[in-house]
């Protein structure tokens, strides 16, 4: 079953929202309008919450989770993601927060109480240590991930460009009878 309840919590999806019948949605989840969450995609707000901003996607074998509360981590982390944000394939975000129109390259690795602020790209293999905050306007790569430059307008175009592109794919996925 793609979308799971877990203790009485269901996942709320918004308007248009595609999820892909192989993937799993799973808990305290909330997904904006117009995300699509794509094969083998795993959402899973299980000890904590996640929520998604509209036009939002989540690629192939992207993984979403969250750090619980403890002794550890009081409060712990939820995962918040923004608007427009395109998350690569096989990317993995844990209990962070991300901001409005960025692009998370494919097999990134976005680790606890990081905050990504507005129109950030993060390079494909790059992996954002715990704590961390990746400040708007630049390109993240690397491991631990270093500021490598400004973003450029092409860059900044690109961001709603890329968005725009898997709201209309989805569209035609939900046209052909796909649906959660």
């Excluded at 979308?3 to 892909?20: M, N």
């Excluded at 299980?46 to 619980?68: C, E, P």
Aim: glycine residues 12%; contains cysteine.
């Amino acid at each position: 079953m793609t979308i799971r309840s877990y203790q009485g919590v269901t996942p709320r999806l918004g308007e248009r929202v595609f999820v892909d019948p192989t993937s799993v949605v799973l808990g305290d989840v909330e997904l904006g309008d117009d995300v699509s969450v794509w094969p083998m995609a795993v959402v899973r707000g299980d000890m904590h919450h996640i929520r998604i901003g509209k036009g939002t996607s989540v690629q192939d074998g992207a993984v979403l989770h969250i750090t619980h509360a403890s002794d550890f981590n009081p409060g712990g982390y939820p995962l918040v993601i923004g608007e427009e944000v395109t998350i690569g394939h096989k990317a993995v975000l844990h209990g962070c927060t991300l901001g409005n129109r960025i692009l998370v390259g494919m097999g990134a690795i976005v680790m606890d109480g990081v905050t990504v602020e507005d129109e950030v790209i993060i390079a494909a293999g790059a992996l954002v240590p715990p704590g961390k905050t990746l400040v708007s306007g630049h390109v993240y790569a690397g491991n631990p991930a270093r500021q490598l430059r400004a973003i450029s307008d092409k860059e900044r175009r690109f961001f709603s460009y890329s968005a725009g592109n898997y709201v209309r794919l989805k569209d035609k996925h939900l046209a052909e009878g796909w649906e959660a």
